[in-house]
């Protein structure tokens, strides 16, 4: 890396209320382990939450910035380095699709756990890494990126056939 490279991590939390997620990034134990890893700046998307992040600016610090909501993220997940999201699909596939480096942090205080069964199941594929806020600066800390397995979409289209088939349509 050399000096002065920019290297971003984006968060997001999408349209929902997401503070642990916000506070446990805005941590000074978060912020260390990012920088020990060689992250120079922390950008959140903060949704629908009431947490504020600290903003901080200064040679030595991860410079910290955030925003509420954008028509897009793509061009935020494209810029970063590594993204870390919650646990909505759109949100994984999104990153996963786009090649970057991911860490997914499960959302506890929702209702029920599809989103952490998916975290998981593509954590133990190798695809990111799952964390709770709690256990987010621990997942920094030993994330591997080159233990990481590129993520390749299925094929859909034997299903497509195989409905056009059932229901009398031409198959190509």
Do not use: W
């Not at 009431?50 to 955030?66: E, F």
């Not at 594929?125 to 993520?151: G, N, S, V, W």
Request: hydrophobic fraction near 40%; charged fraction near 20%.
């Amino acid at each position: 890396m050399g000096d002065g490279e920019r290297r971003m991590v984006f968060v997001t939390v999408g349209t929902t209320c997401f503070d642990a997620l916000a506070k446990a990034v805005d941590s000074e134990l978060v912020n260390e382990a990012l920088l020990q890893k060689g992250y120079t700046h922390l950008l959140i998307q903060m949704g629908r939450g009431t947490y504020v992040p600290s903003k901080v600016t200064g040679n030595s610090t991860l410079q910290v910035d955030y925003f509420t909501f954008s028509p897009s993220i793509a061009d935020y997940i494209r810029e970063a380095s590594l993204v870390i999201s919650h646990a909505g699909s759109g949100s994984i596939f999104e990153t996963l699709r786009l090649s970057k480096p991911l860490i997914v942090v499960v959302n506890e205080d929702l209702m029920d756990n599809h989103q952490s069964e998916l975290a998981e199941e593509l954590a133990e594929r190798k695809h990111l890494f799952c964390a709770h806020p709690q256990t987010l600066q621990k997942t920094i800390e030993a994330m591997d990126l080159t233990a990481l397995q590129p993520y390749v979409p299925g094929d859909a289209k034997p299903v497509v056939t195989l409905i056009n088939k059932f229901f009398g349509f031409p198959v190509d």
